[in-house]
Nanobody, 114 residues
Framework: QVHLAESGGGLVQPGGSLTLSCEAS????????ISWYRRTPGNQRERVAI???????YYADSVKGRFTISRDNAKNTAYLQMNSLKSEDTGVYSC????????WGQGTQVTVSS
């Protein structure tokens, strides 16, 4: 049984911070690249961050310098630290595990609003 569970979303004011978590089970976590995607209220999907098996990270221009992806393979968990949040960061954030097969979590809502 493969399961990815995101948590940590919520309401935050512009300029604030949130850290999302993605806990995986049923896979060899260290063998998978982890990505965070977001879907905006306009239903646009964007990949915002990638953590590769080899330890490299990549970010969309829209979040570069503000978001940080990390992973703790011993805990089968990945994180997305989000700083200096803007209203346009609002959306449903999902993690994916990409390897021999690809898996998606259900997503967690992030709302940036005053």
């Amino acid at each position: 049984q493969v399961h990815l569970a995101e948590s940590g979303g919520g309401l935050v004011q512009p300029g604030g911070s949130l850290t999302l978590s993605c806990e995986a089970s049923g896979i060899a976590f260290s063998d998978y690249a982890i990505s965070w995607y977001r879907r905006t209220p306009g239903n646009q999907r964007e990949r915002v961050a990638i953590s590769t098996v080899g330890g490299s990270t990549y970010y969309a221009d829209s979040v570069k310098g503000r978001f940080t992806i990390s992973r703790d393979n011993a805990k089968n968990t990945a994180y997305l630290q989000m700083n200096s949040l803007k209203s346009e960061d609002t959306g449903v954030y999902s993690c994916t595990a990409q390897g021999p097969n690809d898996f998606w979590g259900q997503g967690t809502q992030v709302t940036v609003s005053s």
